[in-house]
């Protein structure tokens, strides 16, 4: 099942980029698919189809992952024994399953606007192009929490290793990613505060938007109570995850600030819902994902990555994607709307400095690639069964919660303490 929802993801891709090359130039409605702009050209039915094949990819995926975790962890390993990391992608795979059939319901209907004469969201007929921003959000706010939940069960594990201590407040940081989860279902409507709500509507989804700051800075409380009086040490993959979680809280500050429906009058559209939204998902999701990389490349490879290099991609990335995306709240603030083409020569400054960060940092991930390629083949230093030296009384990671009876058995923790007589009890 794995395997078949992995597979579905390259011809899905392949038929959603052939779009590109029919009349029209692809679909016309940006990746939010807003009617009526995206029922323009002949290629909304081959969109459609991709987003269905994407969705059941995931889907299939997610039930592989429930029922992974559900039926087969290891003798004793009760819910509450689970690293944070499986916690993640247990709630994530459950958003999954929620909310991509309610994406596959609004592309279905935008189908039956083009093709087949219904008037869901075709005024003329009666329709109302709102109701899909409803539909759509409903899907893509939680969404956006499953690109970021997996990320912070990274995280979660990552700073417990670094810092020589367990996780700070295991059941808070859990119940903490169930509610994101939950409150990730009743705040779709801040992407539409421009629409024309009524006043009642703008003020639940706000509130509802602020409330779901709380279990966000639990989370980020926890992180750096973890590492506040640990033995730290500041191996590559800690330097990407400390960079997360303050990179990450200026996202999650900036996304307060739209969450304040008379302000995001201001904010729609702009280019600060860019630079807000990048902060959350390039310094939150994908420096995790790049944290999580070289934390496991070792175990992956049986092999150790150059440090030095490690380091040099880190801090090349983090100067540049400042550069990139941080002009890009001024330019917001001072008025520049997203997705236009062109743009008023006052805002050129910014927007040079801005390209000159991307440009250095998508140069700086070829570091990445480059290290990547010297561990799988290059490297003739061997990974150790205890790979961060200085990790006393650690196998490869601290576990999230303290491994204190994990298991029936309690397992031996080194060759050491086999040699004494001596285990974990």
């Known amino acids: 099942m794995n395997n078949l929802s992995f597979w579905i993801l390259p011809f899905a891709f392949a038929l959603l980029l052939s779009t590109l090359f029919m009349p029209g130039g692809g679909p016309a409605g940006g990746w939010t698919m807003y009617p009526p702009l995206s029922l323009q050209g002949d290629s909304v039915a ?34 509450l024994k689970m690293p944070v990391f499986v916690w993640s ?17 609004a592309v279905t209907m935008l189908l039956t606007d083009k093709y087949f004469g219904t008037s869901f969201f075709n005024a003329a ?31 979660s ?22 509610s994101i ?10 992407h539409m505060f421009a629409v024309g709500l009524p006043l009642g509507g703008e003020i639940f989804f706000m509130y509802a938007t602020m409330l779901i700051a709380v279990p966000t800075g ?22 990407w995850a400390i960079a ?8 999650g500050f900036s996304g307060l600030m739209l969450a304040l429906a008379p302000a995001d009058f201001q904010y729609h559209d702009s280019y600060f819902v860019v630079a807000h939204f990048h902060y959350v998902l390039v310094t939150g999701a994908i420096f995790a994902i790049i944290a999580g990389s070289y934390y496991w490349l070792p175990k992956w490879t049986g092999r150790m990555y150059s440090e030095t290099w490690g380091k040099i991609h880190f801090w090349s990335s983090v100067i540049s994607v400042n550069v990139l995306f941080f002009p890009q709240h001024f330019l917001g603030l001072a008025g520049m709307p997203r997705r236009i ?15 000159i960060g991307g440009f250095w940092f998508g140069a700086s991930q070829l570091i990445f690639l480059g290290v990547i390629i010297h561990t799988v083949w290059f490297s003739k230093k061997k990974a150790t069964d205890r790979v961060w030296e200085g990790a006393k009384g650690l196998e490869w990671t601290v576990p999230s919660p303290a491994p204190f009876h994990t298991f029936d058995v309690p397992p031996i923790i080194n060759d050491d303490e086999l040699a004494h007589g001596h285990t974990d009890d």
Request: neutral net charge; charged residues 5%; hydrophobic residues 60%.
């Open 244 to 251: 997360f979680v303050i990179l990450f809280t200026i996202g």
């Open 181 to 190: 989860a939950f409150l990730s279902f009743i705040v779709w409507a801040h």
């Open 341 to 355: 083409p062109d743009y008023n020569v006052a805002f050129a400054n910014f927007n040079m400095i801005s390209s």
């Open 46 to 79: 081959y969109v459609v189809f991709a987003v269905h094949l994407m969705g059941i990819s995931s889907i299939m995926g997610a039930i592989n992952i429930i029922a992974t975790i559900l039926n087969m962890r290891a003798p004793g390993m009760d819910l």
């Open 89 to 105: 992608w247990l709630i994530t795979a459950f958003l999954l399953i929620a909310v991509m059939p309610v994406l596959a319901g």
């Open 218 to 239: 639990v989370k980020v409380f926890n992180w750096v109570s973890t590492m506040w009086g640990g033995s730290m040490t500041f191996e590559t993959p800690m330097l």
């Open 125 to 155: 007929g009666g329709g109302d192009p709102v109701l899909f921003q409803h539909i759509f959000w409903f899907f893509g706010h939680p969404e956006v929490y499953i690109m970021i939940l997996p990320a912070f069960g990274l995280v």
């Open 157 to 178: 594990e990552i700073i417990p290793t670094f810092a020589r201590k367990p996780i700070f407040g295991y059941k808070a940081m859990v119940f903490a990613i169930a």
